[in-house]
């Protein structure tokens, strides 16, 4: 794997990669890597011949109260587990390479999108979000970009924004990966005391529970919903959302509507979770 601090390296690199007829797949990154990120990088193969990564902990995302400064930082083993998943290019700029000035221009995704659930709770985060992923597409110019559908807000707007701009590049899910327990994996997870990480599955028991409730003839989902927070704060959490809402638009449903998911957010003690489920 040959591993790029600049834009210039990787970019020369990715030239000579494209001139031998190679298809670039695309797997970024905040680094802390596991098992979910290694099988998105396997997921690469099927979409291209040349695998590039990236691992940048992108502050524009992160307001100021979220965990930028303690987010982990664990370089020598994901370049081990790249190594081992057969990556090609790792781009590991620091931030005066992908910023060496303060970013003015911004890309401010669909309004809706950016402000209901993570958006409402994170204000700025998709924002960020989005203009440090077009900035990487501008540098790595990929055929293809998978990302995973833990995030499943982050998905719906960096495929829309592919496709509202015009941009030439697959947009590629990835299913998310879990514990044997139930719990989405997440570079958050760490944080989990003990006790904490063996409460945090019941996050996902909560949304089967939900969606089988579904499936079995439920159309009140305000109920079903407020029933859920409260088990949550029952049992010490304290939940931000547990929404049902469309997969096509992330909108309320009605009575009517198929293709649903449930997405929520929670905080743990002091580690905030979030998972969701298709119905
Ligand atoms: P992150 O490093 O958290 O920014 O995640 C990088 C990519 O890995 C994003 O596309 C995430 O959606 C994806 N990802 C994170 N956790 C998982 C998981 N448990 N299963 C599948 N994909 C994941």
Redesign the pocket.
């Known amino acids: 794997m040959q591993t790029h601090s600049t834009v210039a390296s990787l970019r020369a690199a990715l030239d000579a990669e494209r001139k031998a007829g190679k298809r670039i797949a695309f797997?970024?990154?905040?680094?802390?890597?596991?098992?979910?990120?290694i099988?998105?990088m396997r997921g690469a193969f099927q979409h291209g011949e040349c695998i590039v990564s990236s691992i940048f902990v992108n502050r524009l995302q992160f307001g100021p109260k979220d965990d930028f400064d303690r987010y982990p930082r664990t370089f020598e083993a994901d370049c081990a587990r790249l190594v081992d998943a057969g990556v090609h290019h790792l781009f590991a700029p620091d931030e005066n390479e992908l910023y060496p000035t303060p970013q003015k221009y911004i890309v401010e995704p669909d309004p809706f999108l950016q402000s209901t659930l993570e958006g409402e709770f994170r204000p700025g985060h998709f924002h960020g979000v989005a203009t440090v992923v077009l900035k990487l597409f501008n540098i790595v110019q990929p055929h293809a970009a998978?990302?995973?559908?833990?995030?499943y807000q982050?998905?719906m707007v960096l495929s829309n924004m592919v496709r509202e701009l015009n941009l030439r590049i697959d947009v590629v899910p990835?299913?998310?990966?879990?514990a044997t327990d139930g719990l989405?994996?997440?570079?958050r997870n760490g944080y989990l005391s003990e006790k904490e990480r063996a409460e945090a599955p019941h996050l996902y028991r909560l949304l089967v529970a939900m969606r089988d409730k579904i499936l079995a003839g439920a159309r009140d989902y305000e109920d079903l919903q407020a029933e859920a927070m409260a088990e949550l704060v029952s049992r010490g959490w304290a939940p931000q959302y547990i929404a049902v809402r469309r997969r096509s638009d992330l909108k309320s449903p009605t009575a009517h509507d198929s293709g649903l998911v449930i997405l929520a957010a929670a905080f743990l003690g002091t580690t905030r979770l979030i998972d969701n489920l298709e119905v």
């Open positions: 797997v970024p990154t905040m680094g802390n890597l596991h098992e979910g990120h099988t998105l998978l990302f995973g559908k833990k995030d982050q998905f990835g299913e998310t990966v879990r989405a994996l997440s570079s």
